[in-house]
């Protein structure tokens, strides 16, 4: 039996930053209303989830520490056998997207209110997107019940933060918005909020990088991502995610490596049309073409460069430019296989955009 889920009477999102902030869970459930938590977590952070465990005493009921990229089906349906034998009324996710993606599936089934800890700067806890696999297909739905009641986002957890994967993560939730800036739907609002995740990671990542234990600019990356994230959860995204879906879905490459290496690549392409939409990049970087100005940033801080690195082989990129260009959707420069073809071509190898 699942436990009746809490009725949040307030259905915004309660966001929390702060260094240390987790020492402050118990509250935040108590806030919810709910007694029996879940913690959830991928297996190299069990012992993160082990110390909400500990810090929630007798409100936690148990965690699950079996999250895996992609939100695979049977993971889920596992961690739902737990909710119902600890008849679970909250869930807390602590991790990067694949956690933040489990805790979604399991509220999409049952209404649970959920807490989100993120680690990482993917952005998945602002977004009312679900991905999910099943048999080796992935499945992306949209539902406003996969958004958190609480994000607390605690600067101290991302300290630990591989620096390589800190750098790949960061150019994953630039990527959200760089797309926002010349989405069809894009608002005032987005732009501006784009703009303020761009440049707290423009200005931020370097301090972290010269300083992984550095606070203050892991917070500032932290505000970042949830700017970015946010405005990935409010308009549409176009070639680069497109590009990076396919990637990932069709060969199987890690998602925040195989964003940053595309990145300057699809937004290269896109200011032939939307060169003034893509503007505040180049203001904040220096330049006159925004993909070849985040290509540099990239560079600077040392990420990788290359789609052959990540195991593609080149005889994919063929089957990859079908893949991307079979369905129409709206893009700011025309999407054609050939010039497709090209771009995955110059990412493989690691050349400069085209
Ligand atoms: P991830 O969650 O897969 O994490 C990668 C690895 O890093 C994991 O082993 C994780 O345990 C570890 N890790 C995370 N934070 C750490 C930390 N602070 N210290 C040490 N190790 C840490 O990677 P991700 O890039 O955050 O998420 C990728 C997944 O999220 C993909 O499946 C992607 O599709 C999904 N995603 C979904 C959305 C959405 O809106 N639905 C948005 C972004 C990403």
């Known amino acids: 039996i699942v436990a009746q889920p809490i009725q949040n009477s307030d259905t915004a999102v309660r966001v929390v930053f702060g260094a240390a902030k987790r020492m402050s869970i118990a509250a935040e459930v108590q806030r919810i209303g709910a007694s029996k938590v879940l913690v959830l977590a991928t297996p190299q952070q069990s012992d ?13 009921v148990g965690v699950f520490c079996k999250a895996e990229m992609h939100t695979p089906v049977h993971v889920t349906e596992a961690a739902m056998a737990q909710v119902a034998e600890t008849q679970t009324d909250c869930l ?16 999409f089934r049952t209404g649970l209110p959920q807490i989100v800890i993120p680690t ?8 009312p997107i679900l991905g999910q696999t099943e048999k080796g297909v992935k499945t992306t739905l949209s539902d406003p019940s996969v958004l958190p009641e609480v994000i607390l986002y605690d ?12 750098v790949t993560s960061a150019l994953n939730a630039m990527a959200h918005a760089a797309e926002a800036l010349y989405a069809t739907n894009r608002t005032g609002e987005t ?16 301090r972290v990088l010269s300083e992984p234990s550095d606070l203050v600019a892991r ?15 409010r308009v549409d995204m176009a070639l680069h995610h497109k590009l990076c879906h396919t990637l990932g879905g069709a060969f199987n490459l890690p998602h925040a490596e195989t964003h ?3 990145l300057p690549h699809a937004i290269a392409y896109n200011a032939r049309a939307a060169g003034r939409e893509l503007q505040p990049i180049c203001d904040l970087l220096g330049g006159e073409n925004a993909g070849t100005a985040l290509h540099a940033f990239a560079q600077k ?54």
Request: hydrophobic share 45%; net charge negative; proline share 7%.
């Open 48 to 60: 993160a989830a082990l110390e909400i465990a500990e810090l929630l005493g007798s409100l936690a």
């Open 155 to 166: 600067s101290e957890l991302v300290r630990t933060l591989p620096v390589p994967m800190t």
């Open 219 to 233: 917070e500032a990356t932290l505000r970042g991502a949830w700017a970015c994230g946010t405005v990935l959860g």
């Open 92 to 107: 807390i996710a602590i991790g990067g997207g694949s956690t933040t993606g489990l805790g979604k599936a399991i509220a």
């Open 301 to 354: 801080m040392n990420a990788p460069t290359a789609l052959r690195d990540l195991g593609l082989q080149q005889r994919d990129l063929d089957h990859a430019a079908d893949l991307a260009t079979t369905k129409p959707y709206p893009n700011p420069q025309p999407v054609t296989r050939d010039d497709i073809r090209a771009l995955l071509q110059a990412a493989w190898a690691g050349d400069a955009p085209i």
């Open 191 to 206: 732009t501006a909020m784009a703009i303020q995740g761009l440049e707290a990671f423009i200005d931020g990542l370097p």
């Open 120 to 127: 990482t700067y993917a952005g998945s806890e602002c977004t």
């Open 260 to 262: 940053a290496i595309v």
